[in-house]
């Protein structure tokens, strides 16, 4: 909402909003000149359009009034929709990966002076933030003079993705999740099929590029009217890609032949996988290979997408300690598992909060089986999102804490994080990597954990 906010305040919209509370958000909105009123707000009388997320209720009192006022009200995906009308948009969807590819797409698109706009769920220093207004038109390159590009984050919850309005695609990858809206993976297989549909067809530039294994392409791709392009590991992909893990070299090869290849600073094969679609669609905007591969070598990373916070000193040497958002069952396998190569530590301790009861509940087996790279997990409470009361009492940390215990994990329930980052004080030792996975305010343990390192002595 900040971003979508921004990129329209920077088009010549009179932008207001409010929030329930106040946050470093909303301060650097106040900053820029955005006004953000901390609970309800009256609107005023010449407002035009109202604009809510997705975690906003139907009955909230603002939308109520917005109403009885007959003033237009709509979500944020079709604001974002709204915001791409003009413009050469790029919507990345997928059940992973969507913020790492799409922060590597924009910074390459910088970096090759294409000069675009983006909208991401997550915030990247290197970028400056999570949102960019960009180039009216496009300086540079097949496109030039066409309308600026605009990059966003096209998310598959409550089918939102439906109201983009891209000319170019990406489907990363597509699993089960946010089951309490879809019921079952066949919908959201679906919902991922009418979002390729919203691609125009291949002669008015449509293309749509879908991972070749993982992405149910046989399912979502058969009739589009759009270009379809594969990539993937696999030989018969139509980019494919190589990893060498140890050491971090991504390289894409197309009819069996090179086209470019570079080395990654984020460990994982996910991440290479994330990186080379960056890269490719570059390509397809108009980069140069060798100029994508080179900027893609640069990219430093995003905050909480395996964020390495430091080194933090013990009494006996040190441990380190990573950031990461991963919430789902894949996410999370992926990630230790590129931790433990990465890294090779002496123990691997993962403090994971899960996200939403029903997520949890929905996924509960796999889950337990996503956690057998870790030594030691710590399970704090879920954090609650949208759920009912009623789920909420279906499900609980404990029982994930059994799963894993019977699977052979070590893990514990402890609720409270202050305890959590007492645990870690007294436990943790030379050569032992921590991370902290989730996507709700499970990040303050890892900083305030960072922040109560052993200080040198002073003579």
């Known amino acids: 909402m900040s971003g979508l906010a921004r990129l329209a305040a920077a088009r010549g919209v009179h932008v207001r909003g409010s929030d329930a509370v106040a946050t470093d958000v909303t301060q650097a909105l106040h900053d820029e000149g955005i006004a953000v009123t901390i609970g309800h707000t009256s609107l005023p009388d010449d407002v035009d359009l109202l604009v809510h997320s997705a975690a906003i209720d139907a009955n909230h009192v603002e939308l109520q009034w917005a109403r009885e006022a007959g003033v237009n009200v709509?979500?944020?995906?079709?604001?974002?929709?709204?915001?791409?009308?003009?413009?050469?948009?790029?919507?990345?969807?997928?059940?992973?990966?969507?913020?790492t590819t799409s922060a590597i797409l924009a910074w390459i698109l910088i970096d090759t002076e294409l000069d675009p706009g983006f909208i991401i769920g997550a915030n990247c220093p290197q970028l400056g933030g999570g949102s960019r207004l960009g180039a009216a038109t496009i300086p540079t390159g097949p496109h030039a003079g066409e309308g600026g590009i605009l990059i966003a984050e096209a998310c598959e919850f409550n089918r939102s993705f439906h109201h983009h309005r891209p000319i170019l695609g990406l489907i990363t990858n597509v699993e089960e999740d946010h089951l309490?809206?879809?019921?079952?993976?066949?919908?959201?297989?679906?919902?991922?099929?009418?979002?390729?549909?919203?691609?125009?067809?291949?002669?008015?530039?449509?293309?749509?590029?879908?991972?070749?294994?993982?992405?149910?392409?046989?399912?979502?791709?058969?009739?589009?009217?759009?270009?379809?392009?594969?990539?993937?590991?696999?030989?018969?992909?139509?980019?494919?890609?190589?990893?060498?893990?140890?050491?971090?070299?991504?390289?894409?090869?197309?009819?069996?032949?090179?086209?470019?290849?570079?080395?990654?600073?984020?460990?994982?094969?996910?991440?290479?996988?994330?990186?080379?679609?960056?890269?490719?669609?570059?390509?397809?905007?108009?980069a140069e290979w060798t100029d994508a591969a080179e900027a893609a070598e640069r990219f430093e990373g995003l905050d909480r997408r395996m964020q390495h916070l430091g080194e933090r000193s013990v009494a006996d040497g040190t441990v380190t300690v990573y950031d990461d958002y991963g919430h789902h069952p894949t996410e999370i396998e992926?990630?230790?598992?590129?931790?433990?190569?990465?890294?090779?530590?002496?123990?691997?301790?993962?403090?994971?909060?899960?996200?939403?009861?029903?997520?949890?509940?929905?996924?509960?087996?796999?889950?337990?089986?996503?956690?057998?790279?870790?030594?030691?997990?710590?399970?704090?409470?879920?954090?609650?999102?949208?759920?009912?009361e009623a789920e909420q009492k279906k499900v609980s940390s404990a029982d994930l804490v059994d799963r894993l215990l019977k699977r052979g994990v070590q893990a514990r329930h402890v609720s409270d994080f202050d305890a959590i980052v007492d645990l870690l004080q007294t436990e943790l030792s030379d050569g032992d990597l921590l991370v902290i996975m989730g996507a709700g305010p499970v990040w303050t343990i890892g900083r305030d954990y960072m922040a109560s390192a052993i200080q040198p002595a002073t003579a």
């Open 334 to 388: 992926r990630t230790l598992r590129a931790l433990r190569v990465a890294e090779d530590p002496r123990r691997l301790i993962c403090v994971f909060q899960p996200h939403q009861h029903s997520r949890t509940r929905f996924l509960l087996e796999q889950f337990a089986l996503s956690f057998s790279d870790a030594d030691d997990v710590i399970v704090p409470d879920i954090y609650f999102v949208r759920d009912s």
């Open 180 to 286: 309490d809206i879809y019921g079952s993976l066949e919908a959201i297989i679906e919902a991922f099929r009418v979002f390729a549909t919203v691609l125009p067809a291949a002669e008015e530039g449509g293309s749509l590029l879908i991972a070749h294994d993982g992405a149910h392409r046989g399912v979502i791709t058969p009739g589009l009217q759009c270009l379809v392009k594969t990539y993937g590991f696999h030989p018969e992909a139509d980019y494919q890609v190589v990893f060498d893990q140890h050491a971090c070299r991504v390289g894409i090869l197309r009819d069996g032949m090179w086209v470019v290849h570079w080395t990654t600073h984020v460990p994982g094969a996910h991440m290479a996988l994330n990186a080379a679609a960056a890269v490719i669609l570059a390509h397809q905007l108009g």
């Open 74 to 99: 709509i979500n944020y995906a079709q604001g974002l929709g709204l915001a791409q009308r003009g413009r050469l948009g790029v919507s990345i969807a997928g059940t992973h990966g969507k913020s």
